[in-house]
């Protein structure tokens, strides 16, 4: 199913505008059957998850998160759970996780 950039929330938005703003492509919505995750960059094999500020259920996130780096581990070896909700925050949030990527951080 495509969405269009309305029907993401707000915290997709601003995640989506930090990627683009820091110059890295990605895949919004992206399947890895059964699972669709919020972003996924195959550059660095990373999965973004808008969480909002409260997250998800971590037993559910956490049980996915260990299926998506089992069965795809060839293609996510990073999973990155964004909670900011402002532009800054969730700025100052990927970028943090993306350096700690960039160094190795598993």
Same mark, same amino acid.
């Given at each position: 199913?495509?969405?269009?950039?309305?029907?993401?929330?707000? @915290?997709?938005?601003? *995640?989506?505008?930090?990627?683009?703003?820091?110059?890295?492509?990605?895949? @919004? @919505?992206?399947?890895?059957?059964?699972?669709?995750?919020?972003?996924? *960059?195959?550059? $660095?094999?990373?999965? *973004?998850?808008?969480?909002g500020i409260h997250g998800h259920l971590s037993?559910?996130?956490?049980?996915?998160?260990?299926?998506?780096?089992?069965?795809?581990?060839?293609?996510?070896?990073?999973? $990155?759970? *964004?909670?900011?909700?402002?532009?800054?925050?969730?700025?100052?949030?990927?970028?943090?996780?993306?350096?700690?990527?960039?160094?190795?951080?598993?």
């Amino acid at each position: 199913m495509n969405l269009l950039p309305k029907d993401y929330t707000s @915290q997709e938005n601003l *995640i989506a505008k930090c990627l683009s703003n820091f110059g890295l492509r990605y895949e @919004q @919505q992206y399947e890895f059957f059964p699972y669709t995750v919020d972003f996924f *960059i195959p550059e $660095i094999a990373a999965v *973004i998850e808008a969480d909002g500020i409260h997250g998800h259920l971590s037993k559910r996130d956490a049980a996915r998160d260990l299926a998506l780096r089992t069965t795809y581990s060839s293609k996510v070896k990073y999973i $990155i759970h *964004i909670k900011a909700l402002t532009y800054a925050k969730v700025s100052a949030a990927l970028s943090e996780a993306l350096e700690k990527v960039s160094y190795g951080w598993d």
